[in-house]
């Protein structure tokens, strides 16, 4: 229901702060009072803007703060709401719960101490160390690594792959397989997956339908719902359904067009264009009118929508009012040592001219070899830079290697950084020796640390363990020195200056070093900024990211770099014909999300030739048999239109500069 909410508010004597700055688009979205609301919002349309509005509306006319919920996409939203909130001076706003749907899962598993009753414990596995589960699952399973991957992915989405897939249970007997070893191996090493947490949340409140949670929250917030997959959806709607306390509330925010995490998570995008066919009764509205970005680049945007096909009548963005012209160049380098350099260069004089400030600047790629050369391009000039991938800080086996010691520093038992300690620099991880002492322990009730001393003292043989026992030998060897160290001798051990394999993470690690009292306490921040990485904001440093990192940002200057074939799109050439199709249209949404990042200048740039074991490990289409074969710029370039600029060589833009 809409109702003129405004000339309510003031009769009553409230403080109007939700409706300042609000133009007639939105306005629909914070006033509407009915159970759902569905606001399908176009790139830089003011979404974010509305939706803390419509929450500080909530608080001024009385709402306990203590019953809204919003749920965003990153802790760096969440957190930001809550900044923007507090900076309207909305009385309560810091008692509204802010977090992502894992952070909502975790405190009410916790809560409830599910995870005792389940026997499983809270520690995560990182990327690499998921390498791990994989490998040992190819033993046992017998299943290629790429197939186990897959099953992997389906399980953290609840086993919904399908349009047609309830969320909840595996559907065949090699899904049933997968889930009940992947389990076991994940109680033998006391681990678990971030993936875990959605399902046995649905699992729980599905099993317990008078929890508190499920009538906790009177009004729901939920941003980005294009990026959920169903699993995540259909946890919203286990919070949201309950009967009690009356005339809730549940209004979600997203753009199918910006659904960039299908092939990742299973993201479920038609959850949000067939909403109000599953809540009857939903107000939806849609936003168009682009509040970020130039005329230039809306221009392009709308032509590239209307060239995917995608869509018969494309949800197209309408300039603002007040929308500068803007400025777009389309460039290609030589080599990509050239494409590095140029960047730099370029972003050097947009600085030196005062066109822009660093910290006004993000360069978007679609690989992270040549973020980092552009960063220590620009680090060379003289200007400060940050990569932000995830994980990147443990890129390196040596990396991997000194955070697995650092972990048994702070828990000797720890059999994750065990097992990866012990295969770390095996080609095959050596699995199939660890599958014969998991099978040992499993029938010996021992843990596999017991079971290693065993070894090592020739208490007991295992058949083909024996290459196992003196890694094993070495760990235990290097823990024991390590031990006797103070912890800036133990960081010089680990990650040593000057070794450019470890230097992110050294970084990482110094910076938790001045804070921290002991070796326990290094080691809880450093697994902090590891596992709940946050976007820095920082004036004087550019940002370097990949282009799933880039949603929600904005900036002043985007510089959009390999934009090769084989990059941006990237398909797989042995894929099926619908697996194709369908990375293929979330590429398209991938490079539509980094085109209308901009405020201001837009620069895309390419590489005429690569080496080819580049080219090989980027994906990049090159011709065959040279050397430096031949590269092709993205297909994505010409669907820009006519209308879009020339393309150029990179080095006559400098000389314009």
């Known amino acids: 229901m809409l109702s003129n909410i405004s000339q309510l508010v003031v009769a009553e004597g409230f403080q109007v702060v939700w409706n300042e700055g609000l133009d007639e688009e939105c306005i629909p979205v914070v006033e509407y009072e009915g159970s759902y609301s569905c606001v399908i919002a176009g790139a830089g349309t003011g979404k974010s803007f509305a939706l803390k509005r419509k929450i500080a509306r ?67 596995l990182l990327g690499h160390e998921i390498d791990y589960l994989i490998a040992d699952l190819s033993v046992r399973l017998e299943r290629k690594i790429k197939i186990l991957r897959e099953q992997l992915h389906a399980f953290t989405s609840a086993w919904a792959r399908l349009l047609n897939e309830e969320p909840g249970w595996p559907h065949s007997d090699e899904d049933r397989e997968f889930d009940n070893e992947l389990i076991s191996w994940l109680r033998f090493h006391k681990a678990m997956l971030v993936g875990e947490l959605v399902p046995l949340t649905i699992e ?44 809730r509330t549940l209004t979600v925010a997203g753009d199918d067009d910006q659904s960039i995490f299908v092939t990742l998570k299973y993201a479920h995008p038609e959850g949000i264009t067939n909403f109000k066919e599953e809540y009857p009764g939903t107000f939806e509205t849609t936003l168009v009118t682009c509040k970020r970005c130039p005329r230039r680049v809306i221009e392009l945007a709308n032509v590239f929508l209307k060239s995917t096909k995608r869509k018969e009548k494309p949800k197209l963005l309408q300039p603002a009012p007040n929308a500068i012209k803007g400025e777009v160049a389309i460039l290609q380098w030589r080599t990509p040592n050239d494409e590095a350099s140029g960047v730099a260069t370029i972003i050097a004089k947009k600085i030196s001219a005062g066109e822009v400030k660093p910290g006004e600047i993000i360069v978007l790629t679609p690989r992270k070899q040549i973020g980092y050369a552009i960063k220590n391009n620009l680090i060379d000039r003289g200007i400060g830079a940050q990569t932000c991938f995830s994980e990147a800080v443990l890129y390196s086996k040596q990396a991997q290697e000194g955070y697995a010691y650092l972990n048994l520093l702070h828990e000797r038992n720890d059999a994750v950084s065990l097992r990866v300690l012990l295969g770390i620099y095996a080609a095959d991880k050596r699995r199939k020796s660890y599958e014969k002492i998991r099978r040992h322990c499993f029938e010996s009730g021992d843990a596999v640390i017991e079971t290693l001393s065993k070894l090592k003292s020739g208490e007991l043989h295992i058949p083909s363990t024996d290459h196992l026992v003196a890694p094993y030998q070495i760990i235990c060897q290097r823990l024991q020195y390590l031990s006797t160290l103070t912890v800036p001798e133990v960081i010089e051990q680990l990650f040593p200056d000057g070794v450019d394999e470890v230097a992110e993470i050294r970084k990482l690690v110094m910076t938790a070093m001045e804070g921290a009292g002991d070796i326990h ?82 620069l895309l740039s390419s590489t005429g030739i690569m080496r080819r074991g580049d080219a090989a490990r980027m994906k990049v289409r090159a011709s065959a048999r040279r050397y430096w074969p031949e590269t092709e710029a993205s297909r994505f370039i010409d669907m820009l239109g006519p209308n879009a600029p020339s393309p150029q060589p990179g080095d006559d833009y400098i000389r314009h500069v």
């Open 204 to 247: 729980y409140l599905r099993n317990n339908p008078t929890s508190p949670e499920r009538s906790l929250y009177k009004h729901m917030t939920v941003d980005e719902y294009q990026d959920l997959n169903k699993a995540e959806q259909r946890l919203i709607r286990l919070l949201s359904e309950y009967k009690i306390p009356e005339n």
């Open 521 to 602: 306490e290094l080691y809880d921040m450093v697994n902090r900024e590891i596992t709940q990485p946050e976007l820095p904001k920082t004036s004087d440093s550019i940002l370097i990211l990949t282009l799933q990192k880039a949603k929600g940002l904005t900036a002043k200057m985007v510089v959009f770099v390999n934009c090769l074939e084989g990059c941006i799109p990237y398909v797989g050439r042995y894929d099926s014909k619908e697996e194709q199709e369908k990375a293929l249209a979330e590429q398209e949404r991938l490079f539509f999300v980094a085109l209308t990042r901009t405020t201001n200048i837009l």
């Open 58 to 124: 909530l608080l001024e006319q009385g709402e306990p703060p203590s019953s809204l919920l919003v749920v965003t996409f990153t802790r760096t939203a969440a957190r930001d709401l809550k900044n923007d909130l507090e900076e309207l001076g909305v009385e309560g706003c810091d008692i509204v719960r802010a977090c992502t749907l894992h952070s909502l899962c975790l405190w009410i598993l916790s809560r409830h101490e599910v995870f005792r009753v389940m026997e499983r414990k809270t520690r995560t």
